[in-house]
């Protein structure tokens, strides 16, 4: 929060916050109280933003453990798709030794 300091003509100051209020001040324990509120305010503003850095990382962090999540869904359900196709090319590769062999009988049988 940003406070102005203005001499006025009693030579007081006038302090104005952003809420554009003014307050005339002319004692130093007032002018004590206002800077005590202002450091106040500092303080409750780190704090603010300390939270909103803290808010932020857990956020992200969620952020890369859903997309950590969507990978591991994404090879899980790949998984079966490789299972099956490393049947079919078993499978094939039978087919063609078992070829192989029927086409050894032929020749043998034709001889």
Do not use: F
Request: charged fraction near 30%; aromatic fraction near 2%.
């Amino acid at each position: 929060m940003i406070w102005t300091c203005r001499r006025g003509r009693s030579n007081s100051c006038v302090i104005s916050s952003p809420k554009h209020r003014k307050v005339s001040r002319s004692s130093p324990s007032e002018l004590e109280e206002v800077r005590k509120e202002m450091e106040s305010m500092r303080r409750e503003l780190e704090e603010t933003r300390t939270e909103l850095d803290d808010a932020q990382y857990r956020v992200s962090k969620v952020n890369e453990q859903q997309q950590l999540a969507a990978a591991s869904a994404a090879v899980t359900a790949a998984e079966p798709a490789n299972a099956y196709l490393s049947q079919l090319k078993a499978a094939q590769e039978k087919m063609m030794e078992h070829n192989i062999s029927i086409s050894r009988l032929l020749e043998q049988t034709q001889l």
